[in-house]
């Protein structure tokens, strides 16, 4: 039987990688276009990013859109997003 320890600790890795990913995506998008957004303002849907920024910010991360995508890649692998929303 499994004890609920171990069911939380399962949680908190998965809490962990979550917060983990938002950091990295924070981290790219300040490099490169020395934007800064918060963890709340990040939220991913199947393969996809959505942000929570103003119109022009996201006209700037579409016209660098395939710069920023490849370094997520390279940054988190499988778990990149692929697309922007």
Request: hydrophobic content about 40%.
């Amino acid at each position: 039987m499994i004890e609920i320890k171990d069911l939380l600790i399962s949680f908190e890795k998965l809490l962990v990688s979550s917060e983990i990913k938002k950091q990295v995506i924070i981290d790219i998008l300040y490099k490169n276009l020395n934007l800064k957004i918060e963890k709340e303002d990040i939220k991913k849907k199947n393969k996809d990013l959505y942000l929570n920024i103003k119109p022009i910010y996201k006209n700037e991360i579409l016209i660098k859109r395939d710069k920023i995508l490849q370094e997520l890649e390279l940054a988190l692998g499988s778990k990149a997003p692929k697309d922007f929303k």
